[in-house]
């Protein structure tokens, strides 16, 4: 692995700019199963849902055999067949609404190396700032993981029990129609979310991998859903086990300490903890 030459890629930036627009409001409210009214302009962008924007664009000559644009450009190149969305940090300083222009400034601000027990990681961290008319509405920080395609002989992780102290449980049923539709939204051409053959023949997965920003966004959904009213200041999530659409999965919440805390966490099936996020509220 040359990391030197990966490590060349701090600092790199790239701009973004775009405008929240309705129809795919509406679309992920739809996709979400929300009794949400239509949007109009001037309303409230939920959290986490400008991920709807500043999608990639990049031409189908340009695209790798997994979905993903080639590597290299903005992100480095890591020389590592998965690429994982693997948790992230968010501060919002104030609302985007419906009918705004925003710009996105991106920036490189971490690679680094471990060796794992089933080979190398490559770690790639992104920090990107979210602005309207008023200034910078939202900061965020990326995490990205590289990793080997796993070997027959690795050693299954051994899974961590969920807690089982929620205030709020939802099942979701992920089946490849509304994985398909996020795909869609965000203009996702990972095979593994919609591709069964690729992702068990290819990947070795046992099915069609959950979306970490679908999962996130609906554990910031179940919030949204039993505390209507609540303004959500800082939000973070860290992946632990992939999700699969071959079983059902429970977004959990629980309010802790004065009321400003909550907790936040996915479970699989057997209960084992898929992932972990904390939002805090004004």
């Known amino acids: 692995?040359?990391?030197?030459?990966?490590?060349?890629?701090?600092?790199?930036?790239?701009?973004?700019?775009?405008?929240?627009t309705r129809t795919p409001i509406a679309a992920l409210s739809a996709t979400l199963d929300r009794p949400d009214a239509p949007p109009r302009k001037g309303d409230i962008l939920?959290?986490?849902?400008?991920?709807?924007?500043?999608?990639?664009?990049?031409?189908q000559s340009e695209l790798g055999p997994d979905g993903h644009a080639a590597r290299g450009g903005f992100l480095p190149p890591v020389p590592l067949p998965r690429r994982m969305w693997a948790g992230g940090r968010l501060q919002f300083h104030h609302q985007l609404r419906v009918g705004e222009a925003i710009t996105r400034e991106?920036?490189?601000?971490?690679v680094s190396y471990k060796e794992g027990r089933s080979g190398p990681l490559v770690f790639v961290l992104v920090r990107h700032e979210v602005s309207n008319a008023d200034?910078?509405?939202?900061?965020?920080?990326?995490?990205?993981?590289?990793?080997?395609?796993?070997?027959?002989?690795?050693?299954?992780?051994?899974?961590?029990?969920?807690?089982?102290?929620?205030?709020?449980?939802?099942?979701?049923?992920?089946?490849?129609?509304?994985?398909?539709?996020?795909?869609?939204?965000?203009?996702?051409?990972?095979r593994?979310?919609?591709?069964?053959?690729y992702v068990t023949g290819v990947e070795g997965y046992p099915g069609l991998v959950v979306h970490g920003p679908l999962i996130a966004t609906l554990l910031l959904d179940l919030l949204r859903r039993n505390l209507?009213?609540?303004?959500?200041?800082?939000?973070?999530?860290?992946?632990?086990?992939?999700?699969?659409?071959?079983?059902?999965?429970?977004?959990?919440?629980?309010?802790?300490?004065?009321?400003?805390?909550?907790?936040?966490?996915?479970?699989?099936?057997?209960?084992?903890?898929?992932?972990?996020?904390?939002?805090?509220?004004?």
């Open 1 to 20: 692995m040359d990391m030197p030459y990966l490590r060349e890629w701090l600092g790199r930036t790239e701009t973004c700019e775009d405008e929240v």
């Open 46 to 59: 939920p959290p986490l849902w400008h991920w709807l924007f500043f999608l990639p664009v990049h031409r």
């Open 106 to 110: 991106s920036r490189i601000v971490d």
């Open 135 to 190: 200034g910078v509405a939202l900061t965020e920080e990326h995490d990205i993981v590289y990793r080997d395609n796993p070997k027959p002989d690795d050693p299954a992780p051994k899974p961590v029990a969920a807690r089982g102290d929620h205030d709020w449980m939802r099942e979701i049923r992920p089946d490849d129609v509304l994985l398909f539709r996020y795909s869609a939204l965000t203009f996702n051409g990972h």
């Open 192 to 197: 593994i979310h919609y591709d069964r053959r």
């Open 228 to 282: 209507p009213d609540a303004v959500v200041m800082k939000f973070s999530f860290r992946a632990i086990k992939p999700l699969f659409d071959i079983a059902p999965f429970f977004v959990c919440g629980k309010v802790e300490g004065d009321g400003k805390a909550v907790a936040l966490w996915a479970k699989d099936e057997r209960g084992a903890l898929t992932m972990e996020a904390s939002a805090t509220l004004a």
